[in-house]
Structure formats: structure tokens, C-alpha cells
């Protein structure tokens, strides 16, 4: 057997992508209320508007989202059903603290997670707990700038306190920040946003705002992780990393060097300031020479050095590839001819997951954790049951990758965990009919819909997986 018998198979997604309730029980706004849905043709570019406020005339697909809020019984029993060990979901912190800097937390708000996490521990389904993604309070955003702002560290931590004093007993896997390196390509102002609750300024120098904001949150990570140990030693809490390996495009050495400096920068900066406790030597060196200077503390760096994580979760979709160009003197990306891409232009890469596995476990030697691997397809509205057989496909290739990344490369990989088990909205598009699920919800991009919920072929599949632990992914 290749995978131990405790290992976590599940399903993974965060609060605002499937609660909705967005004013029930208390809860203040937060960043993913004021984003619309993307538009546009051309399904790899497309963006969500961000608006100032809740706005009328405009759809906010996350306000009702699938109503997990209403239905979160019903939908942990589907989960329970395929066999679910493990199940990811985050604490909306506008449901705890609504404006983010509250001097209590609001009840209804911690009853409502209290519910959640006994119904699933009903079932023999372990928790996993996602602090902070993509949901900050949208008054820390407006009051303070997000994460520029120092002050929201603590506000963060007082958060993150709350939540671990709450369900001490019932929560042992936490996770800090989402993806917190999806936000490095400062091009990108949507990360920034969602990520940090940062809107660039006209004109300012958007690296020295990224660095200042991810020292922020590393702090804030790191002063989680101690105090969260304090509260319960037996407490697992981890990083979380998107990880789109880097292949160079050919072997000219100065590809391998467009390689190292474009990892170094998107991920294994954040990977090694959470893992090993320090700013390592290239970034130092990067920050000499574009002029960046990040205000620290005294004491800072040591609160990076104690709060070091426990393991290493991440989410793995795609591969990207890297050539050097000499007349620009940066890595530029390239597409990859080996590999095929979905419909929205994600790159399929099942070897892409072993090859990550390895360079993880090889760099920091801690346990990791895959919480989010999966495929977003277009499937219509049908009375029958879908037959997502491309979705089967893309699973069991992904499974038999990790299975030999365990078997064969020795890597401690504690479980897997897909993106969005039942339909949820897409974070990048707000589409709802960019599905992920297990199961089928019925509802389209404007909102139409019963929002009935619908076992796809694929259900039946996983659970047999799950059941086998990972020995039979036949179709
Ligand atoms: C990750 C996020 C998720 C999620 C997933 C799929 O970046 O952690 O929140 O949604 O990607 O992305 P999308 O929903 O844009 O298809």
C-alpha cells in the first residue's frame, strides 16, 4: 500500500466561494463581496471588477454563492457519502470580526463554525482550516490599506486566536494565508487585492508594497503559529503555497538561470521564510538593488525564526515554462508543447505534481499536504447525470503521480485534498460555470438556478478511490 492508512482524502474550499449568506448572522463585509463577475472572450484573461462598494445594477456572485450557509447539512452528508477523511474549508473572518477591528467577537458568527465543524466531525471528517483566504474585512481595506498597514497584524492574530481558542478541540489542521505567492506578479492587481487588501496607487513602486505587505504577513503568520502552539501544542499549522513549477524551456544554461531567479521570486521566497524562519540571501540582495527597503521591528526577525510552520500545504494546477531574454535581460514565459491546457488555458500537468512533491520535500524536509489540485470544466445544465469522465481522467492521472512521488521518491505527504467537491465560484472569474465538483449545483453565471445539488459521475469514482485508499483509480 502507497498511501499510509491515516492519510487525509477529501475535498477542499473557502467560505466565500460557497457560503453566501453574506449578510446573515452578523457578518461584516469583506474584500469578495464587492467583485462581479469577469467578462470578456477570451477565458485565460478575463477579470472580475472591483467595486468601491456594494453597488446596484451590478451581480455579486459571492453574496448567495451556493448557500452553503442554508445547506451546509445536507452538503457535509454528500461529502460523508464519497468517504470523505478530511475536509478544507476557511473561517470567514467578516463572520467573527465584521469590521475587522472589533473589540469582541460576534457569537453568531463562532456558532455557525462551531455547527459546521461538529457536523463534519459527525462524521469521522477532520477539519482543515484556512484562516485567512481571499476574504479579508473590507473596513480593514478602506480604514487601513490592508496589509500595508501594521496595525492589521494584530488584528490578524487577535483573529487567529479567537478562532484557536474556539475550536481547540475540534480543529487540530490550521492554515495561515491562502496562497500567500499568488500576489509576486505586481502586474496582477487583482492578487493584491484579494490576497492583502491592497489597491495600488498611481505611480508608487508596487514591489516595494508587495514586500513591505508579505513581511506583514509573515509576521503575522509566524506571531499565529507561536501563540496558536501555546493554546495547543497538538496544533499542525501550515503554510499554503500555489505551486506552478517552472520548467526551463530548453537546457541553454541561461534558461536554468531564468528557472532559479523565477522560482526564487514566486515561490521559494514565501516557502522559506515560513519554513525556515529568515529572509534568504537572494532576496536580501534583490531588495540592495532595486532600492526596496522594508521597515521592520526589533524582535521582528525572531518572531520569523520561532514561528516557523509545521508543514506545507499548497495548490497544484498547472505547470509554466521559462526562457531567458537576453534583450530584455528577465525570464519571459513560453507556452509548453508537451502538455495540453483546459478551457481556461491552465496548463495539465500531472508529472508537473510529482515534480513539485519532490522539489518541496527535497528543499524544506517537512510534511506537506496537497489542498487543492482540479480542473474547472464547462458543463451544462442536463437532467442526466454528468458524465465528467475528462474530470475522472485528469484525478487519476494527478493520483498516480503523487501515489509515485510517496512510492517511489520517499516524499511525507500527509493527504490530497481536491478543489471545490460540489460547484462552487470561481476566485479568479466569480464564474459559477467554471465547475470543479463532485457535484452538480444548479446555478449559472447570472444566478439562475434551483441551486439543487446533483451527484456527477465523478462522485462515485472518488468515493471508490477513497475507499481503496488510492489503489483503484480505474473508471
Ligand atoms: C486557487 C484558490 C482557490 C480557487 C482555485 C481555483 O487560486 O486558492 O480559491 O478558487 O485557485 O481557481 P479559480 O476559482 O479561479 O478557477
Redesign the pocket.
Known amino acids: 500500500m502507497s498511501f499510509p492508512k491515516e492519510f487525509l482524502w477529501g475535498g477542499a474550499v ?1 467560505a466565500h ?1 460557497l457560503e453566501g449568506g453574506w449578510q446573515d448572522g452578523g457578518k461584516g463585509l469583506s474584500v469578495a463581496d464587492v467583485m462581479t463577475v469577469a467578462e470578456g472572450d477570451n477565458d485565460a484573461t478575463k477579470q472580475r471588477k472591483i467595486t468601491e462598494s456594494v453597488l446596484p445594477d451590478h451581480y455579486y456572485p459571492n453574496h448567495e454563492a451556493i448557500d452553503f450557509y442554508h445547506h451546509y447539512k445536507e452538503d457535509i452528508a454528500l461529502l460523508a457519502k464519497m468517504g470523505f477523511k478530511a475536509f478544507r474549508t476557511s473561517i470567514a473572518w467578516t463572520r467573527i470580526f465584521p469590521n475587522g477591528d472589533d473589540e469582541q467577537p460576534n457569537e453568531e458568527g463562532l456558532k455557525f463554525y462551531d455547527d459546521l465543524f461538529d457536523e463534519m466531525l459527525k462524521y469521522n471528517m477532520e477539519p482543515v482550516v484556512t484562516l485567512c ?2 476574504e479579508l474585512p473590507l473596513n480593514l481595506v478602506k480604514k487601513y490599506g490592508g496589509f500595508r498597514n501594521r496595525k492589521v497584524v494584530d488584528m490578524f492574530v487577535k483573529f487567529a486566536v479567537t478562532c484557536f481558542k474556539r475550536y481547540e478541540n475540534k480543529v487540530k489542521y490550521w492554515i495561515t494565508f ?2 500567500i505567492n ?1 500576489q509576486a506578479d505586481v502586474n496582477f492587481e487583482f492578487t493584491a487585492f484579494t490576497n492583502s487588501g491592497v489597491l495600488y496607487k498611481e505611480g508608487e513602486n508596487r514591489y516595494q508594497t508587495l514586500y513591505q505587505v508579505t513581511h506583514h504577513e509573515f509576521l503575522a503568520s509566524a506571531k499565529a503559529v507561536i501563540e496558536g502552539h501555546k493554546i495547543n501544542p497538538d496544533f499542525q499549522i501550515g503554510c499554503m503555497l ?1 505551486v506552478n513549477p517552472i520548467y526551463p524551456e530548453t537546457c541553454n544554461p541561461m534558461n536554468q538561470i531564468a528557472q532559479v531567479k523565477e522560482l526564487d521570486t514566486r515561490l521559494f521566497f514565501y516557502g522559506d521564510v515560513h519554513c525556515r524562519g529568515h529572509y534568504p540571501a537572494y532576496i536580501l540582495k534583490l531588495w540592495e538593488k532595486e532600492g526596496i527597503e522594508v521597515k521592520m521591528e526589533d524582535g521582528d526577525l525572531e518572531i520569523l525564526d520561532k514561528g516557523k510552520v509545521d508543514y506545507i500545504s499548497f ?1 497544484y ?1 498547472q505547470s509554466l515554462v521559462t526562457k531567458w531574454d537576453e534583450t530584455a535581460k528577465k525570464p519571459v514565459r513560453t507556452k509548453n508543447s508537451y502538455v495540453k491546457a483546459s478551457d ?1 488555458g491552465w496548463q495539465i500537468d500531472p508529472v508537473g505534481l510529482r515534480y513539485t512533491l519532490n522539489i518541496l520535500s527535497e528543499r524544506y524536509e517537512l510534511p506537506l499536504f496537497i489542498v ?1 489540485n ?1 480542473i ?1 470544466l464547462h458543463e451544462p445544465m442536463t437532467t442526466e447525470e454528468i458524465q465528467d469522465d475528462s474530470r475522472i481522467a485528469y484525478f487519476a492521472e494527478h493520483i498516480a503521480q503523487v501515489k509515485k512521488a510517496v512510492e517511489d521518491d520517499g516524499v511525507a505527504l500527509m493527504g490530497y485534498l481536491t ?2 467537491p460540489i460547484d462552487i465560484v ?4 466569480g464564474e459559477m460555470e ?1 465547475r ?1 465538483g463532485f457535484i452538480y449545483v444548479d446555478k449559472d453565471n447570472k444566478g439562475n438556478g434551483n441551486l439543487t445539488r446533483r451527484p456527477k459521475k465523478s462522485f462515485y469514482w472518488y468515493k471508490k478511490v477513497i475507499a481503496s485508499n488510492g489503489e483503484d483509480l480505474a473508471n
Not at 426 to 429: I, L, N, P, Y
Open positions: 473557502a466561494q483566504h481571499f491562502n496562497e499568488n500555489a495548490s494546477y481556461w487543492e482540479g474547472g478543489w471545490g470561481s476566485a479568479g472569474t467554471k470543479y
